[in-house]
C-alpha cells in the first residue's frame, strides 16, 4: 500500500471498491440490491464508495474468487480510482484474500469482515467489546497462515480496528489463549443474564423483545413504548448492547421490552456465536416483536433474513408477532395490501406515533396481559398469603381492600396469565 494510501487509512478517509458475483441462484437485481446495502456498511464503517462492479459467473474462482480478465480490470479501475480498499460481498478464503490483494495492490476484505468492523466501532460496554474481540479473533484464526503482511498492516482502517487490534500480531498459541480468556468472561456473561431472566421470571414480568433487519426502527418503536431516549439512527448496527426497561400500562400492569441488535443478510456466524450470551435475551423472551421496514423494497428478503437467524440462535418457536412499521411512507393501497396479506400483523409508524395503541393492546393480549376480575381471601398471619397479596397489589389494580376477623378481602383486576398464582399460591 502506498505512503498516501497508508496516511488516508489513518485518517479514515479510505476509498473504496465494491465487488459482488453473479452466481447460482442469485439474480442480477438480487445482486445489485445486496452490493447496495453493502455500500451501506462500508459507509458506516467510514469508507467513500467510488466505485461498484458485479460479474456474472457460474461458480467463483477457487484462487481469485473473479475471473482472471475481472480481476485485471478491478486492478485497472482501483488505480486509475485511487482506491485504497476493496470489499468482497462474499466471505474470502485466505488465498484469495492474498491473491486479489497481490493482483490489485489494495487492502481486501470481505463482507463478514467489515460487518465485525462495524461492529467493534459500535461497541461501547465492556461486554459488548468482549463479544466483538471473540468474533475478531475466531474470523481470524483461520486465516494466520501466510497472512503476516495482512496482520501488520500500517495505518489500521477498515478491517483491522477493534478491541482484538493489538493482537493481531501475535501467534496461533497466543490468540488461541485469548479466544479462551474470552470465551470464560463471556460465559460470566451469560450467567449473570441467566441470573437476572430468572429473577424476572421469578417477579413473574413477562418479555417483549425488539428484533427485526438493521435500520428497521426497532430503537424508535422502544423508546415510544418505553418512554426512553436510546440512540437511534438511520445507520446500520447502532443499538449493538441490549436494552431492556420497564413498560407500565395506565392500570399499573408492567411488562419489561428489550432493543436487541439488527440483523442483516448472511450475519456472521461467528458473530451469532459470540453474541449468543446477548441474543439469548431474545430466544427467553416471552413475546418476540418483528419490526420489519414496510417500505423497504426488498422487504421480503429481509424478513427471511431475520427468520433465519432467529432460527440459528434457537428463538424459531417463541411467539412472534409481525410488525411492519414506517407505514406512513405507504400509499392507502399499499397498507390495504399488506392488511389483506398479514392479517395478524400490526401496521405503525414509530416516528409519527401511528397504530402504537393498537400494538400494545395486541401485545397486551399476547402476553395474557389482559385482566380478570377476582375476589380473594387472606390470612394476614400466613407469609404465603402475604407475598400473594404482595403480588396482587404489584401487578394488579385493586379495587376493594377489607379487612373481617383477621382475614383480608381483596376485590382486584389482575393479569390473567397470575390469576392461578393469586388464587391458589400455585
Known amino acids: 500500500m502506498s505512503r498516501a494510501r497508508v496516511a488516508r487509512a489513518g485518517a479514515g478517509a479510505e476509498r473504496a471498491a465494491l465487488v459482488g458475483l453473479i452466481s447460482g441462484r442469485v439474480r442480477r437485481l438480487e445482486a445489485e440490491r445486496s452490493l447496495e446495502e453493502l455500500a451501506g456498511l462500508a459507509e458506516a464503517a467510514g469508507a467513500r464508495v467510488v466505485l461498484r462492479m458485479l460479474q456474472e459467473r457460474r461458480t467463483p474462482d477457487p484462487s481469485t474468487f473473479l475471473g482472471r480478465g475481472k480481476l485485471e480490470t478491478l486492478a485497472a479501475s482501483a488505480a486509475e480510482m485511487d482506491v485504497d480498499l476493496v470489499v468482497f460481498d462474499n466471505e474470502l478464503s485466505p488465498a484469495q484474500l492474498r491473491q486479489i490483494e497481490e493482483a490489485t495492490g489494495c487492502k481486501v476484505v470481505d463482507r463478514t469482515q467489515l460487518s465485525l468492523d462495524i461492529f467493534a466501532r459500535r461497541a461501547r460496554t465492556r461486554e459488548g467489546k468482549l463479544q466483538v474481540e471473540l468474533a475478531q479473533l475466531e474470523y481470524l484464526l483461520p486465516r494466520l497462515v501466510g497472512a503476516g503482511a495482512a496482520l ?7 478491517g483491522t480496528r477493534g478491541p482484538g487490534e493489538s493482537k493481531l500480531e501475535t501467534d496461533r498459541r497466543r490468540i488461541r489463549a485469548r479466544i479462551h480468556a474470552l470465551t470464560s468472561a463471556i460465559q460470566d456473561v451469560r450467567r449473570r443474564r441467566e441470573r437476572l431472566r430468572a429473577r424476572r421470571h421469578k417477579a413473574s414480568v413477562p418479555t417483549a423483545a425488539l428484533v427485526g433487519y438493521t435500520n428497521a426502527g426497532k430503537t424508535t418503536l422502544f423508546n415510544v413504548l418505553t418512554r426512553s431516549d436510546a440512540a437511534a439512527s438511520d445507520a446500520p448496527f447502532v443499538t449493538l448492547d441490549p436494552l431492556v426497561r420497564q413498560v407500565r400500562l395506565p392500570d399499573s400492569r408492567e411488562l419489561l421490552v428489550s432493543d436487541t441488535v439488527g440483523f442483516i443478510d448472511r450475519l456472521p456466524h461467528t458473530l451469532v ?12 423472551a416471552d413475546l418476540i416483536l418483528h419490526v420489519v421496514d414496510a417500505a423497504a423494497p426488498d422487504r421480503d428478503r429481509r424478513m427471511n433474513a431475520v427468520l433465519r437467524v ?14 411492519y412499521n414506517k407505514c406512513d411512507l405507504l400509499t392507502s393501497d399499499e397498507r390495504r395490501r399488506l392488511r389483506e396479506r398479514a392479517p395478524d400483523a400490526r401496521l405503525l409508524s414509530a416516528r409519527e406515533r401511528e397504530g402504537i395503541d393498537d400494538l400494545v393492546e395486541t401485545i397486551t393480549s399476547r402476553l395474557a396481559l389482559d385482566v380478570r376480575r377476582v375476589t ?40 390473567r396469565r397470575l390469576v392461578a398464582r393469586v388464587e391458589d399460591g400455585r
Open 273 to 284: 456465536a459470540a453474541f449468543r450470551a446477548t441474543l439469548e435475551e431474545v430466544a427467553e
Open 310 to 323: 432467529l432460527t440459528e440462535m434457537g428463538a424459531g418457536d417463541v411467539p412472534r408477532l409481525d410488525v
Open 152 to 158: 501488520s498492516r500500517l495505518g489500521g482502517g477498515i
Open 376 to 415: 380473594l381471601t387472606f390470612d394476614p398471619a400466613d407469609e404465603g398469603d402475604r407475598l400473594r397479596m404482595a403480588l396482587v397489589y404489584r401487578h394488579g389494580r385493586v379495587l376493594v381492600h377489607e379487612t373481617c376477623g383477621g382475614r383480608v378481602a381483596i376485590v382486584a383486576d389482575v393479569p
